[in-house]
């Protein structure tokens, strides 16, 4: 199992890696920048689907997160002269801490009602961010200017289009890193025990505000990132991104691509950003999406609880057995 | 010596536990009782899971109410539970480990502390295996290694051998008996299967519906007319 769980890491980082340096290279100038935001999307997927798989909480709120790690991102930009690293990186960890701070009502809840308790948190997010907009240069607090759009600064490395997809299929790459290290060390032991039943994680002396405290830490600093890197691609944010829908959307599709799987988060993201873009392509309404959606997730609650990546892996797997 | 002294729990207008005293002095002792009687009560008491509404609990001269229940295997306590709690997506050295995690000490002293435990229930080489791999027996093993990582100074068992054919319930029962040489703590056992106790229990308490029925060496318990008055219904339940 702990081969397997290896092999499946090195298969997966090789993908990653040659996909970073490899997709620039293929796509055309909008295809770029969707794989980018792809990429910040699959980061806020990874989140919901450890917290998801690993400690059993249903957290819909990781697109809202992102809209506000977006916003830091470039309220930071506009305000200070900082690279972009900084602002990203201050971005993450006030998302981190948004989060942490989201647990707390979170902490006695469990199921429906802790799934709930995020949904209004991502509905609160969604007024904030409708009533005050994001940040495109202009003066104050809030930073919203009419008709305005100062530059947005982009990493050194990273100035181009291409290179920019680089780097964002690196940073998540790094995220699913940290997921994964977490998995191995006691964190992730602790997880697993709080998913067991707390009871249990209690009796075997596990601190469970504290664990679950951090594991809503640490899918609140991936969307963080994700929000962060989102607005170093485009420059500029809009609330209609980061209604809580979109939360309940990419939640779903998590399901759907399967939620203990990196290749899940993967799948739930291309899903949700590039689905939509295809029909377009082909002239089909984008809403049809939604109902495709809803099929794929009824299909996943019915018959394939481990999502499309865990059929992909079962395939792999009895082929293995098989050879 | 774990102390209970007038120790009551009420859920509602159900006494659960109905001012129970008992000294548990054996290395290894008793709790029994039909269904509903208060047995697993006990042990959320004195593992911090229930706060009693009176009554104290004593172990080795700490007073253990008020200490909160995760900072008590720090302390040295230990717990099973009825329904064996084994993470399915950890490795036997993983379930074990999620315990090590919370004591002190370097980690390679709370590695070693594993591998002597997994050595000592006799499950080292299925180390790697997954929680979900593993058959009843397997799980209760792991459970019970689970209870002996790191020096513990009290161990509960609730229904360790729920579950399990006879040789493998006498095979834990075994394992049980051993624990005094190999950590200095003072187990206590909750079961059904009154055999298994009368094999490994020195000392045992006998509830029903909350109340103490008995309490002392376990033979002159068993033989206790009351007692037996009270196991009727099991027998007649278990045939
Ligand atoms: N959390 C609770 N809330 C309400 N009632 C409870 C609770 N826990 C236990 N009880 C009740 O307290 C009584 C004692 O329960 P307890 O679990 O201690 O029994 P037990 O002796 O362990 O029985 P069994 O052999 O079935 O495990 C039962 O009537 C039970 O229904
Ligand atoms: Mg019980």
Known sequence: ?323 | MIALDGVTVRFGGLVALDAISAQFEAAVSGIIGPNGAGKTTTMNVISGFLTPKSGAVVVDGTDLVGMSPHKRPHWGLRRSFQREQIADDLSVLGNLLSLADNLHGSRAERRANVDAALEFVGITAMAGRMGASLNTYERRLTDLARCLVGQPRLIMLDEPAGGLTVEESAHLGDIILRIGGFCPAQVLVIDHDVDLIARICAQTLVLDFGRRIAFGPTAAVLADPAVKAAYLGIEVDHA
């Not at chain 1, 809840?109 to 509905?123: F, P, Q």
């Not at chain 1, 994001?134 to 200017?145: E, Y």
């Open chain 1, 1 to 323: 199992m702990a081969r397997q769980a290896n092999t499946s890491l090195v298969a997966g980082l090789s993908a990653a890696i040659l996909a970073a340096f490899g997709l620039p290279l293929v796509l055309g100038g909008q295809w770029t920048g969707i794989f980018t935001s792809t990429a910040c999307f699959a980061m806020a997927a990874m989140g919901a689907g450890f917290m998801y798989s690993r400690l059993g909480m249903v957290s819909l709120a990781q697109v809202a997160l992102m809209g506000v790690g977006g916003w830091v991102t470039l309220r930071l930009n506009h305000a200070f002269s900082l690279p972009f690293e900084t602002n990203l990186i201050l971005a993450a960890v006030v998302t981190s801490v948004l989060g942490m701070l989201l647990a707390i009502p979170a902490l006695r809840m469990r199921g429906l009602y802790l799934a709930l308790v995020t949904l209004m948190v991502a509905g609160g997010l969604e007024v904030v961010f409708t009533a005050y907009q994001f940040p495109n240069g202009g003066a104050g607090f809030w930073g919203v200017g009419t008709s305005f759009a100062a530059e947005m600064r982009r990493p050194v490395l990273a100035q181009s289009d291409g290179a920019y997809l680089t780097y964002t299929l690196l940073v998540a790459m790094l995220g699913l890193l940290l997921i994964m290290a977490h998995r191995q060390t006691a964190p992730g032991r602790a997880w697993a025990l709080i998913r067991r039943s707390e009871a249990a994680a209690i009796a075997s002396g596990t601190n469970v505000t504290f664990y679950k405290t951090w594991a809503f830490g640490l899918s609140g600093l991936l969307a963080g990132l994700g929000g962060g890197l989102l607005a170093g691609s485009l420059g500029l944010l809009d609330a209609s991104s980061f209604r809580a829908s979109e939360s309940i959307l990419l939640f779903a599709l998590v399901i759907v691509g399967g939620a203990r799987f990196w290749l899940g988060a993967v799948i739930a993201a291309v899903l949700y950003r590039v689905a939509p873009g295809l029909l377009n392509n082909w002239g089909v309404d984008a809403d049809l999406a939604l109902i495709f959606f809803g099929a794929a997730l009824l299909h996943a609650v019915t018959t394939a609880p481990d999502g499309i990546a865990g059929q992909i892996t079962g395939l792999f797997r009895r082929r293995e057995a098989k050879a």
